[in-house]
């Protein structure tokens, strides 16, 4: 019982932080006004998590696994695999809108071995439920494509590299703003089209 409180409690804690997170940033957000949020005191936060950074990450890795659910569920019931793919671009684009306040490049450039290996464990999910829907898509005769998990991780590799090769220089911050990030999903859109018919049967 007392273990599903502590569970609960933690759950309550990235509600409110996610909350303030998506809505100011993580940069501007402090423990004090999720303390506050809560109505619990500060040392309340520093015992389920160490820092402000443990709490962003693991808001991240909250956000990510929702994001994974939903495009997994894509890649696992599939009628026509060239909408599941475009359906996998509409997915990221909710949810990067919906959550691109997090942060997430700051927290990489804090140099987090933990992010960075979780980074690594998203991208070869992301390039597996590609390869899913790819499968799908090959057994129901509407891809012809001989090595399927190379083609997949070449997908992921090309949309991923369009995050950073469509702005015209390299910020630091890294972030997007809603303007770039736009263009990133209408040449990932683009990209995709000239993709699937490649690979077309």
Request: with cysteine; charged share 35%.
């Amino acid at each position: 019982m007392q273990t599903e409180n502590k569970d609960e409690m933690r759950e309550k804690i990235l509600e409110a932080a996610l909350k303030r997170f998506t809505h100011y940033g993580a940069a501007k957000t402090t423990m004090n006004e999720i303390a506050d949020d809560l109505h619990c005191s500060k040392a309340s936060l520093y015992y389920y998590f160490p820092d402000k950074n443990a709490m962003h990450l693991a808001a991240l890795e909250k956000i990510g696994e929702a994001y994974f659910q939903e495009m997994e569920k894509e890649s696992r019931h599939v009628k026509s695999a060239s909408k599941a793919l475009q359906r996998i671009i509409e997915i990221r684009e909710v949810f990067v809108k919906k959550f691109c306040r997090l942060e997430i490049f700051k927290l990489m450039r804090n140099g987090s071995d933990l992010l960075q290996e979780e980074m690594i464990k998203a991208k070869k999910r992301e390039v597996a439920l590609h390869a899913a829907i790819i499968k799908a898509g090959v057994a129901a005769g509407e891809f012809k494509v001989k090595h399927i998990d190379q083609t997949a991780e070449l997908l992921v590799q090309c949309m991923m590299g369009l995050r950073f090769s469509v702005p015209d220089h390299v910020r630091q911050d890294m972030e997007l703003d809603d303007e770039l990030f736009a263009k990133v999903i209408e040449k990932q859109k683009q990209l995709l089209e000239i993709f699937i018919k490649g690979i077309k049967a």
